[in-house]
């Protein structure tokens, strides 16, 4: 059996692992043609209520969809311009960086600061780098050669990777190999399945391309975004197949993409350990 934060693993099982719910990397939320221009629209993704606004430049912004004034949800009536987020409510305002930049009149408080996260427009998909608060992204996101047009988009209970299993078993796929940033998977005839990062899986089938998109909402669902490809079904009973390749390279999204510096270590353990050069 499997369950999502740290239950049992369906390769080993009964042997207990520990995954975090959110894999690190980029992850799509919203078509920016689904995104009005200047307004901020609802998403749930990686377990929070967000907020996600077009600017008229044509740029996007994910924030955390409460105020940090007194908790207002700017996806109710919030606007976005190239430069700042105005609360519905009270009308403040913070940069695209979250910092409060207007206070309507007042002073402005340095700790009313609204979470960010990294955020690209990649071919006309709204991208967001799920990573610890503050967290830069390695790289862009891998999005398509080509515009976007998705098809379908359904709920699927389990963690990303149980779901990318299922989505793999579903196009045929019994075995692949890592190359360089993205897990390629072996099937039959003139076609290859390939996943780049957490959140992307991509169907090339000789000159056409198709992709499927999973996204965490919360501890125990995930999106699935299909494009090209509306008649593929992820069987339930698919997230216990082994893939241990895949799944191996799947975890490495398990830990953060930038290095953490140490805490800083004060008193008599912080001195000794200077002393042996710890």
């Known amino acids: 059996m499997t369950s999502d934060n740290g239950s049992l693993d369906p390769v080993t099982s009964g042997a207990p692992v520990h995954r975090p719910p959110f894999p690190v990397g980029w992850f799509a939320l919203a078509m920016a043609a689904e995104v009005p221009e200047g307004v901020l629209v609802p998403v749930a993704a990686f377990g929070q ?132 940033e993205a897990w390629i998977g072996d099937l039959p005839g003139d076609r290859t399945v390939v996943v780049h990062g957490p959140g992307m899986l991509e169907v090339l089938s000789g000159p056409s391309r198709s992709q499927v998109y999973v996204t965490p909402v919360d501890g125990f669902t995930t999106s699935v975004r299909m494009c090209d490809n509306p008649m593929i079904e992820v069987d339930a009973e698919s997230d ?7 799944r191996d390279w799947y975890r490495r999204f398990d830990q953060p993409s930038t290095p953490t510096r140490r805490a800083a270590r004060s008193g008599r353990s912080g001195r000794r350990a200077r002393l042996h050069g710890a």
């Open 49 to 180: 209520s967000l907020a996600v606004g077009r600017t008229p430049d044509g740029r996007a912004l994910v924030v955390h969809a409460s105020c940090p004034h007194l908790g207002a949800d700017l996806a109710a009536g919030g606007r976005i311009d190239d430069d700042r987020v105005m609360c519905p409510v009270h009308e403040w305002c913070f940069g695209h960086d979250g910092a409060c930049v207007s206070a309507a009149g007042g002073p402005l408080p340095n700790a009313a600061k609204l979470r960010v996260w990294p955020t690209e427009v990649v071919n006309g998909i709204i991208w967001a780098f799920q990573g610890r608060s503050g967290e830069g992204s390695s790289g862009p996101p891998a999005g398509p050669a080509t515009p976007a047009l998705v098809l379908r988009v359904e709920d699927h209970a389990g963690h990303p990777e149980d779901v990318m299993v299922g989505l793999l078993s579903a196009f045929g796929v019994a075995d692949g190999s890592a190359e360089a």
């Open 240 to 246: 216990r197949m082994v893939l241990s390749c895949f």
